[in-house]
């Protein structure tokens, strides 16, 4: 599949514009700094004035730790997914939101995929685990129950995580990232930010609600691998 450029209509342009603009200013002193700095380095392919176009996006995201994009067309079989994972495929829809789901979305838009997912490949300890998780998945893809333990630490790593550096909480998930809901919520009270520990996130089943109440918290981007790489799988 690829991005067909030419379909994006004006409202599409403005609804990334807006999405863009708003949530780099809600991010500020809430999202880990490297997100920051990868999205500066990616600026002239990936900003608020257009929807980022992927061949361009490619080009400069390679030079990075070699990911390029992988256009899908939603969700797809788990093999693949992971597949691409351990290629240095990121797979994205190309689809945009509509103005009436500025807020919240059920299924990941180009937004969340995009502006969520892409900067932080950019990092080296962080692109290590993303390609280890699919490496490993795409080697036990027929066994089931690692499958799902995989896709839980997905969740609570790459879509849900925070990450706590000189005792303050940042964000590094792509769902909370993308979200201005869920960027806000995860610093009220009455939320919990667990230590990570890898056995619990990869045996706690995840519920899809319109926000997470607990979140695992880790301590460094190393961590994430370190504590994969010593899994015999
Ligand atoms: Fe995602």
Redesign the pocket.
């Known amino acids: 599949m690829i991005q067909n450029y030419a379909a994006y209509t004006e409202e599409d342009f403005d609804i990334w514009k807006i999405l863009f603009e708003k949530q780099v200013k809600n991010l500020e002193g809430k999202v880990h700094p490297k997100y920051f700095e990868h999205l500066d380095a990616l600026k002239s392919v990936l900003n608020a004035d257009k929807i980022p176009d992927f061949n361009e996006l490619n080009k400069v995201l390679e030079t990075g730790q070699g990911w390029t994009i992988e256009v899908v067309p939603g969700l797809i079989p788990v093999k693949e997914f992971f597949y691409f994972l351990s290629v240095k495929r990121f797979c994205s829809s190309t689809w945009m939101r509509s103005r009436s789901q500025l807020e919240y979305l059920e299924e ?1 838009d180009m937004f ?2 995009i502006f ?2 892409i900067p932080l490949l950019m990092n080296k300890e962080y692109s290590d685990f993303t390609v280890e998780i699919g490496r490993l998945g795409y080697k036990n893809w027929e066994n089931e129950e690692i499958v799902k333990q995989l896709q839980r630490l997905y969740w609570y790593t ?2 849900f995580g925070l990450i706590k550096e000189n005792d303050q909480t940042k964000i590094y998930g ?2 909370i990232i ?1 979200s201005y809901a869920e960027s806000n919520h995860v610093f009220e009270s009455g939320v919990n930010r667990i230590p990570f520990d890898l056995k619990e996130c990869m045996t706690r089943d995840f519920v899809i609600p319109e926000v997470q109440v607990d979140y695992y918290e880790i301590n460094s981007f190393n961590q994430l691998y370190d504590t994969l790489s010593q899994l015999k799988l």
């Open positions: 990941p969340h995929d969520g997912h790459i879509e792509a769902g993308s």
